[in-house]
């Protein structure tokens, strides 16, 4: 066996498959505690009154937790087999831990009184915000080194009383040390520099051109689905509610949502253009969708990352672009649907909506019917 570039998509697959349980439990507990929870500060969702709910939450949220671990783990195991299991999850959970939120500095936005700390708006609006993650992007690296190195380590041609503990000890020992080394300290300081340099980028636009800051949130919200460059968005989005400017968020709202329920909207339209379990994790992406779930699309994205992210870019921004220019506000630090009683404008919210899934179902359905039929014409 061989690390052969050609077969990604396949070691790509091997980790999809694995985690959309995960995504499927995850999410729709998430979704089902936040869409009967009342009303908190902010207007926002919030599950703490209820004990029930609470517990739903707390449960779905340990799912959805496991997802990059899960990923990363079967990716690769897709490339080393079972030797790769640990260094992957390792790697992916390292993925999701990469540094302490201290990393994170305060910026000053232009034309407002006060700064605000990334890091105290994440854990005011998230509630875990003590480390900076990668995302599933991140896992999917972490995956990808992980099955590397594993199977480099499976190649080396040991004595034979080595042998039995190789797969056991030394290879998960060893492989583990080097994927956390490459996460920790050359992964982890860039997506920090990442977060707070896209932040000041954004925090120097202000309030110029409304629409050119919509189309960049827009990109920003869908690129990585609750990684990095999602949530330096999202954050900003949620700032500028606290500063009396509810529009910004109300075009980050619009953007949440349009990638899984546009995925989820693609499997339904065209369902011959997609597998059984595609359309299976397509409805789980619609109920994510709907409370403003972004991560319902990572399956999508993680099995087919060049044709998926930028679609979903694209819906995103032209979703947003519309909310801006309309005038939408979201007065809570959330989006989707779900957050529609509490929206500015909510019919152009809709149209927002339903303007950018539909972009999004269109692109990529004509782009696998296109990917189809090329492979049909080579067989």
Known sequence: MAFEPRRLKQYLLSGVSYAIPFVACGGIMIAFALAFAPKGANN???????????????????????????????????????????????????????????????????????????????????GNGDYISAGFLGGIVAGLIAGFIAL??????????????????????????????????????????????????????????????????????????????NKVAFFFGAAMITKG??????????????????????????????????????????AMGMIGITEGAIPFAAADPVRVIPTIMIGSMTGAVIAMLMKVGDQAPHGGPIVLPVVINRGWFVVAIVVGSVVVATIINTLRAIAQRKEEAKA
């Open 44 to 126: 926002a969702p919030d599950p703490s009154g209820s004990p029930v709910l609470s517990l739903i939450l707390n449960i779905g949220v340990a799912a959805f937790t496991l997802l990059v671990p899960v990923l990363a783990a079967y990716i690769a195991y897709g490339i080393a087999d079972r030797p790769g299991l640990v260094p992957g999850m390792v790697g992916g959970w390292i993925a999701t831990h990469l540094a302490p939120a201290t990393k994170l500095v305060a910026i000053t936005v232009p034309g407002l009184k006060d700064t605000y700390q990334l890091k105290q708006l994440t854990q005011a609006t998230m």
């Open 152 to 229: 480099q380590m499976k190649r080396i041609k040991m004595p034979p009383y080595l042998k039995p503990i190789m797969p056991i000890m030394i290879i998960p020992v060893v492989s583990s040390l080097i994927v956390g080394f490459i996460m920790y300290k050359i992964v982890g300081n860039p997506v920090a520099d990442l977060m707070n340099w896209l932040t000041g980028w954004l925090a120097s636009m202000g309030t110029g051109s409304q629409w050119v800051l919509a189309l960049i949130l827009g990109a920003m919200i869908a690129f990585d689905m609750g990684g990095p460059v």
């Open 245 to 286: 400017n509810p529009y910004v968020m109300g075009a980050c709202a619009a953007a949440i949502c349009i990638p899984p329920i546009g995925l989820g909207l693609a499997t339904i339209v065209a369902k011959r253009l997609w597998t059984e379990e595609e359309r299976e994790s397509g409805i789980a992406s619609l």
